[in-house]
């Protein structure tokens, strides 16, 4: 007879406890081979001799001291050995450096290793849970641990996934982002700095060491992180679409609200120069802009800020489909969540070079000739005039174009807009580069008048603006060489007087505009001035009286 029902009823139930808690817990299966030993397997394979006791138990082995090859034993994984497990650097593009060598895509890495992204590179790094981790340019972190419990390294991979994983990140500059594979693990997955832990069991979220602050800030995108000062004194559950820092102060980070993405309604989808530029005109907060050759932004190759109220310039990409992606940054330096748009780079072969005519020239109506200085990436040019600056009333287009000039006949007067682009030998075709405009201006009009009315003077007219001056000449000879009266005048008609002498000159006018241009000269006026014969009748007596 049970003399403590209570307590022997207590230890029945802790016993169906621990049994049910065993058969919870991942379990391993362990065949005994022949050159296993109790002593061996305790150093190699199981942590340690105290760990015979527990696997003997649930073994239900009748001598623990011995076992027989063939045998198969049950294994909590909490009781066998950690193995180290690399990591994949499954991608790499740019300046990516592993301890200080070029590293590429597909290589191990192992614990104590240094991953670091140069200015235009970036790296993701791949976890045995299956977890990744992605490194944006100029971004240094370091690979603390990375390992599972097994008998083998094989083993050791599956319980990995199996959430058995212990891995830590140690974030030394720059930042990164995480997306932890969503297990129920046994611990959780660190990235660490400095000045704090971030941890999480499944979630996504970026870590951002602050050097100007000597701050480390985390923002979460799914699940939920624990951000807690390094010497874990202090800390705070980071839930989804919220985001905190904490300092070397150790203070407890208090959650904000990530901002909402920017707005690029204004991006253009397509640019043709190799500068890549644009504005955000509402954007009243910094701007932290990446561009990668993926949708998932794995490969990122850029990242720049714009201040509020500057564009966004990004250099030296190549011709490609490129995706980019912004986020605001608040008065903490957290990062809102992210705007993507992709855009198409076309700007080579660049546009030859224009020479004349120059941007805001004139010149009189007549054939124009246009010069350049060709694009040596380019076997000929394209050539473009309108009327208009969007180029909708094209009034001559060449293609081909091997020389660097060529001379047209526009046919009027007005303004016009020129433009050219290059192409390579195998048909290739470059963006047009910026329209230059230009005027041509009227020929003038003849000159009209002649000897007035009063028979003392000239009288002389033409049609002008009034704006311009005017400078007028009157000559002996059709080539103006020998030029009797000349002016510069603010009207379109000249008075002067009568020629002493009677005989053909010549009038012509050219028209001088308030920015200095010059028009050409009017085609000459002939006048005819009588010659004076009244000092003949005065000698007519001496004649007749000889």
């Known amino acids: 007879m049970n003399r403590h029902p209570a307590l022997a009823l207590a230890f029945a139930a802790l016993v169906s406890l621990v049994a049910a808690a065993a058969a919870q817990e991942p379990m391993i299966d362990y065949r005994v081979s022949e050159r296993d030993t109790l002593i061996g397997l305790s150093e190699t394979v199981f942590v340690g001799p105290q760990a015979w006791r527990e696997i003997a138990r649930l073994n239900r082995l009748s001598d623990p001291n011995r076992i027989h090859p063939g045998q198969l034993l049950r294994v909590p994984a909490r009781l066998m050995r950690m193995r180290t497990l690399p990591v994949a650097l499954t991608s790499s593009v740019g300046e990516v450096r592993v301890g200080g060598a070029a590293a590429q895509a597909g290589a191990a890495l192992a614990e104590g290793q240094q991953v670091e992204t140069g200015a235009n590179g970036s790296a993701v790094l791949a976890l045995a ?302 963006p047009f580069g910026d329209a230059q405009r230009f005027e041509l201006r009227p020929l003038p009009e003849p000159p009209q008048g002649g000897l007035g009315g009063d028979g003392k003077t000239l009288a002389l007219a033409w049609s002008g603006r009034p704006q311009d001056t005017q400078h007028v000449e009157l000559a002996r000879d059709a080539q103006f060489k020998d030029i009797v009266a000349q002016a510069d005048l603010n009207t379109t008609e000249w008075n002067l007087p009568r020629p002493s002498q009677g005989g053909t000159y010549y009038f012509r006018y050219r028209s001088i505009e308030p920015d200095g241009f010059v028009g050409p000269y009017s085609s000459p006026l002939v006048i005819e001035v009588p010659r004076d014969w009244r000092f003949l009748w005065l000698l007519a007596p001496l004649l007749l009286a000889l």
């Open 129 to 430: 849970d299956g977890s990744r981790v992605k490194l944006p340019p100029s971004s240094l972190a370091e690979i603390v641990a990375s390992r599972a419990p097994g008998a083998n390294e094989a083993q050791a991979a599956k319980l990995a996934t199996d959430g058995w994983f212990a891995g830590s990140m140690r974030m030394l500059r720059g930042s990164v982002e995480v997306l932890a594979a969503k297990l129920k693990r046994s611990q959780p997955l660190e990235v660490t700095t400095p000045t704090a832990v971030v941890g999480v069991r499944g979630t996504q979220y970026r870590v951002a060491l602050d050097a100007e602050r000597s701050a480390t800030r985390s923002e979460v995108l799914e699940g939920q992180v624990r951000l807690e000062s390094a010497q874990r004194s202090a800390g705070a559950d980071i839930p989804a679409g919220f985001g905190a820092a904490i300092d070397a102060s150790a203070k407890k980070p208090e959650p904000v609200k990530l901002l909402p993405a920017p707005d690029l309604a204004a991006m253009p989808e397509r640019f043709e120069r190799p500068l890549v530029r644009f504005a955000l005109p509402a954007e009243q907060a910094t701007v932290r802009v990446q561009v990668a050759q993926d949708e998932a932004f794995e490969r990122i190759v850029s990242d720049t800020r714009a201040a509020p109220g500057s564009d966004v310039r990004i250099g030296g990409l190549d011709d490609a489909r490129w995706f980019l992606r912004a986020r605001r940054l608040d008065a903490q330096g957290i990062e809102g969540y992210d705007a993507v748009r992709p855009f198409v780079l076309k700007a080579r072969p660049e546009p030859p070079a224009s020479n004349t005519p120059r941007a805001g020239g004139k010149q009189s109506l007549a054939p124009v000739e246009f010069k350049w200085s060709s694009n040596l990436e380019a076997k000929t040019a394209r050539l473009q005039v309108a009327r208009d600056e969007r180029f909708q009333d094209i009034v001559a287009e060449r293609d081909g174009l091997e020389g660097n000039k060529l001379t047209l006949d526009l046919g009027g007067a007005g303004v016009y807009y020129w433009r050219l682009a290059s192409t390579r030998a195998d048909g290739d075709k470059g």
